[in-house]
């Protein structure tokens, strides 16, 4: 596998606002190439605080499902991981603590700026890795499966990356099934969360991702796409009642 490259000097000048507002501040969910740079540049404006307020809003319950991905990856140490939408790369520290060999990739230059991990830095987009074939052992990825635009192709490029007998697991948001805990989630998801991002990072970000959970399929059909793009023992396992979930496979 060739090295990582690295994050480049710098970057082309975007247009962070449409009339006014942030391109992500939009009642309707944008799709196609409109989502792709609502994503980047969203989280380039997010970056600097990105930490700070996960751990906040999520009563660093973050930092245990992190753990939990990386325990489920059950490969063995000196492993080869790609950490994709790896954002400040909490997830690549969790792997080198487990002994692995992760590499860090995301679309996001401020993201990738604000990495301490250590951990080899490369910007790209995840649903075109620029990996060869069966190259790597494993692949995680932490909360980004609904920013995607296509994700049964991000499934089919897991499947072209990962070698036979590699695993992957993939973190996201979830939609608890009782009732009285899905009432709870919502309310907090939907109103406090953009409350907290509101106050201390930027508001329109934090109202984004709520409703970016209506981007995600139900279990059945992402795991179903993943035994499409060649994974096999897949499952879906909801966490912390529900309000996350956490996607396992292993390469056929």
Not at 33 to 39: G, H, I, L, Q, S
Not at 65 to 83: E, F, I, K, T, Y
Not at 162 to 169: F, H, L, M, N, T
Not at 211 to 218: D, N, R
Request: proline share 8%; hydrophobic share 40%; glycine share 10%.
């Amino acid at each position: 596998m060739p090295e990582p490259t690295s994050i480049p000097e710098h970057e082309q000048e975007r247009e962070h606002e449409r009339d006014g507002r942030a391109v992500w501040d939009t009642d309707a969910l944008p799709e196609g190439d409109e989502k792709v740079r609502a994503v980047r540049e969203m989280f380039d404006t997010i970056a600097p605080r990105y930490d700070m307020v996960n751990r906040i809003m999520t009563l660093r319950l973050d930092v245990r499902w992190r753990r939990r991905a990386v325990r489920d990856l059950r490969l063995p140490s000196g492993s080869r991981v790609l950490d994709l939408a790896s954002g400040t790369g909490d997830l690549c520290v969790d792997l080198t603590r487990a002994g692995h060999r992760p590499i860090s990739i995301d679309l996001s230059f401020g993201m990738l700026a604000a990495d301490r991990s250590g951990a080899p830095l490369v910007q790209a987009d995840i649903l075109r890795l620029p990996v060869p074939d069966g190259a790597v052992d494993g692949v995680t990825c932490g909360f980004a499966l609904r920013n995607l635009v296509e994700l049964p192709a991000f499934f089919d490029e897991l499947g072209r990356v990962v070698r036979s007998g590699g695993r992957i697991a993939l973190l996201d948001v979830g939609v608890p099934r009782n009732r009285v805990v899905r009432w709870g989630n919502g309310i907090y998801f939907g109103k406090v969360v953009p409350r907290i991002g509101g106050w201390l990072s930027d508001p329109a970000a934090y109202r984004y991702l709520p409703k970016s959970v209506a981007y995600l399929p139900e279990p059945p059909e992402m795991l179903g796409l993943l035994r499409s793009a060649g994974f096999v023992d897949v499952e879906h396992r909801p966490l912390s009642g529900g309000i996350t979930q956490l996607l396992t496979g292993t390469r056929g």
